[in-house]
């Protein structure tokens, strides 16, 4: 019998755990734990739809030049700049894939996104944890953590699970002093419930070694459809696109995607109710007990007192039908991350986040 064996490192990638939609034994679910935009995503997305159709029997467009065309229009940008992706997690491994390998270190925050380790391993590089302080990234701590083996540094701005963010001159420093050689991919996830920001599309204007990454799963309502974008200087797409298949999205989510990003009063009223929202929830957690960072995204970081009243509270709020996401293996065992839903969603997790505190378990 041959001996099938994967590539050293691949059995050290740890999975990447998702959450459950579905609690056993309890019907009215309400699920917080994946960010999604509870207001779903705009009429003219689902009007394209109808009109859409199947259009299966032709192979899609493969350099996906109407969706990059209508990103760059809606955001001032150079189409040909422009890469598109199997949500921005696809962008994030072409990225990968393509500037780190055997040997190579990818530097990023102490409570960075899941993924970054899990595509630092993927190609059998090294993943370098920089120390936060008080949960906002240390730029100072990012740029000691790196070396002449750096060739990427992944940032979350703002940053999932901590909700915070760091501003435009931290953010020009650390481009500023990578070693020679190094990517600063600046992850744009949450960038659109922060109003006026750019994403980092001006630090990528300015520099030669900063990528931008965005995506449509979170303000725009579009989890499911799975497209996300990155933006960069022209020598990296040219080399992103050597490793990106072909054919990677599909004539629906391409026209769904760029209906999308057209329709962007669906954009600004989301992130005010968001903000409304966030607000509110932040106030009542705290008045019930449950401190938490000023969150510039979609969620917010509930802080208890220790690992294990997080996880009592996590079973208290499923047996309610209540579905926030934990995050001990971003190093926050004492922390809920909960994902501001709609008005009665947030109304219902806080009322029972204060039965909780006041004894109900
Ligand atoms: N970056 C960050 C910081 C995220 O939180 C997420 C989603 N959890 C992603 C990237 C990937 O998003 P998607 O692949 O859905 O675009």
Redo the contacts with the bound molecule.
């Keep these: 019998m041959s001996r099938i064996e994967p590539q050293p490192g691949v059995m050290d990638i740890e999975l990447y755990v998702g959450g459950s939609a579905t609690v056993d034994g309890v019907k009215d679910v309400v699920k917080l734990s994946s960010?999604e935009n509870p207001m779903g995503c705009s009429e003219a997305v689902t009007d394209m739809h109808a009109k859409t159709g199947l259009n299966l029997h032709r192979y899609p467009n493969t350099d996906h030049s109407d969706l990059r065309a209508a990103i760059a229009e809606v955001h001032g940008l150079e189409a040909n700049r422009i890469i598109c992706g199997v949500?921005?997690?696809e962008v994030?491994q072409f990225i990968t894939q393509a500037y780190a390998g055997v040997g190579d270190e990818i530097v990023y925050p102490e409570h960075g996104?899941s993924?970054y380790p899990i595509l630092a391993k993927m190609v059998g590089a090294t993943p370098v944890v920089a120390k936060e302080r008080e949960r906002v990234v240390d730029v100072d701590a990012m740029l000691a953590a790196c070396t002449d083996k750096t060739k990427i540094v992944f940032l979350?701005n703002p940053?999932?699970p901590t909700g915070t963010m760091i501003g435009g001159n931290d953010l020009a420093r650390l481009a500023d002093g990578l070693p020679d050689g190094c990517i600063l991919v600046h992850?744009g996830?949450?960038t659109e419930y922060v109003q006026g920001f750019d994403g980092g599309a001006g630090l990528v204007e300015a520099r030669d070694n900063v990528v931008m990454t965005r995506?449509f799963?979170k303000i725009y309502g579009l989890?499911g459809l799975?497209v996300?974008w990155g933006y960069a200087p022209q020598p990296i797409i040219d080399v992103l696109n050597r490793v990106r298949q072909p054919f990677n999205l599909n004539d629906i989510q391409m026209k769904l995607a760029a209906a999308a990003v057209r329709d962007q009063e669906w954009v600004t009223k989301c992130r005010n109710d968001n903000t409304r929202l966030r607000a509110w929830l932040a106030e009542a957690l705290m008045e019930h007990g449950v401190p938490s960072d000023t969150s510039c995204t979609n969620f917010i970081l509930a802080r208890f007192a220790d690992q294990a009243e997080a996880e009592a509270c996590d079973e208290y709020l499923k047996s309610q039908g209540l579905i926030v996401r934990r995050v001990a293996g971003y190093d926050l065992p004492n922390c809920l991350r909960i994902t501001v839903g709609d008005e009665p969603s947030c109304r219902r997790v806080a009322h029972a986040i204060g039965q909780f505190k006041g004894g109900a378990r």
């Design positions: 960010n949500g921005s997690d994030l996104f993924m979350a940053a999932n992850d996830a949450y995506t799963s989890g799975r996300g």
